[in-house]
């Protein structure tokens, strides 16, 4: 017989909750089962559209239910740790909507947690889980490139003066602005690709939105353990918001990603496969939040839950656990961290 699919959980009912409740509905293996959120009113209109057995605005009701193996914690960012510590020890296994905290302070908390509780820890950073992006992870790792030399990401996005309503753009609650919610995920992929930066030199600005209390604009300098040099922008100022872009150079060849599509894919010795990925159609699949933040599709979170899922029930490591997660809110902070002082920050 089939194995009893895994009871989910949602604490928190914002707009990202929805594309976790469409990717719990669509993976194999996964049951919704309930939802909890700061009102009465915020859990209805989430109802409305993700109907659950359970619905709560207490968290504790929500954690105490003995058929929910699994939390998704899609709270603003800078109110990850509580609920999350609390449900790790409920003894549940928690996936987080990036970025796991705002400091790496409070996510090494929850990564401490989840390795005493014995639970499971997915930072959701679906964009790894692109064809292009994974294309261009197997090609780093077959030595193609040889010596990198630059590895730099643009985050070049748009979002209206509307956007920065409620949380967004705070520090207490987004733990910054265009760096830590709209480049991220470019952040992760390029030091999943390239490493960790060893040394970050940063500026932020305000440029248009200049009433938030964060940065809406930001420029980096950056250098590899390898030797390899790069840079990090990010905005969300201005029009009408471009494709994220990942540029990897080498000594032997050289590439860009654009959101998950290879847009340049150019190496000094042809291998079979070149000419289909170079000649490969556009992919929308993971959709894009370059001009809108519900633009993108829900199937890069399917496919991250669909490995929580395997990884549990075949008892093997997640692709994406709390440690790797860990190191694009490390580079995002060092990224704050030099902006302020002037100075450079060794990570």
Not at 40 to 58: G, I, L, S, Y
Not at 305 to 312: E, F, R, S
Request: aromatic share 6%; glycine share 10%; proline share 4%.
């Amino acid at each position: 017989m089939a194995a009893a699919p895994l009871g989910f959980g949602i604490i928190g009912t914002g707009m990202i909750a929805g594309f976790h409740a469409q990717a719990i509905a669509a993976a194999q293996g996964a049951k919704l089962i309930g939802v909890a959120g700061r009102s009465e009113k915020n859990v209805a209109a989430f109802t409305a559209k993700h109907p659950v057995a359970f619905a709560t605005t207490d968290v504790a009701a929500l954690l105490a239910r003995s058929d929910i193996q699994v939390v998704c914690i899609t709270t603003p960012s800078g109110a990850h740790l509580a609920p999350a510590l609390a449900a790790i020890r409920a003894g549940k296994h928690v996936i987080i909507e990036k970025p796991l905290e705002v400091t790496t302070a409070r996510v090494d908390e929850i990564i401490q947690a989840a390795a005493v509780a014995g639970v499971r820890l997915a930072p959701i950073f679906q964009a790894r889980f692109g064809v292009g992006a994974q294309t261009v992870k197997a090609a780093l790792d077959a030595g193609r490139f040889g010596r990198l030399v630059l590895a730099s990401a643009y985050v070049k996005w748009h979002r209206p003066a509307t956007y920065y309503t409620g949380w967004k753009g705070t520090l207490a609650l987004d733990g910054g602005g265009a760096v830590i919610n709209q480049a991220i995920h470019g952040l992760d992929l390029l030091q999943w690709f390239a490493g960790l930066p060893s040394e970050v030199f940063a500026w932020t600005a305000r440029r248009v939105h200049t009433a938030i209390e964060a940065e809406d604009t930001a420029c980096a300098a950056l250098r590899f353990p390898s030797g390899a040099l790069g840079t990090i922008e990010a905005t969300t100022a201005l029009w009408p918001g471009w494709s994220r872009r990942i540029e990897l150079g080498g000594e032997h060849g050289s590439i860009c990603l654009e959101d998950d599509h290879i847009a340049r894919w150019d190496f000094a010795q042809a291998e079979p496969g070149d000419a289909a990925i170079r000649n490969a159609k556009l992919d929308n699949t993971l959709g894009s939040g370059a001009s809108a933040p519900n633009a993108i599709s829900f199937a890069g979170h399917l496919r991250q839950i669909q490995d929580l899922i395997d990884a549990v029930k075949e008892n093997r490591p997640l692709a994406i656990d709390g440690h790797e997660g860990r190191k694009a809110v490390a580079l995002v902070n060092a990224i704050y961290a030099s902006a302020q002082t002037g100075a450079p920050v060794r990570l």
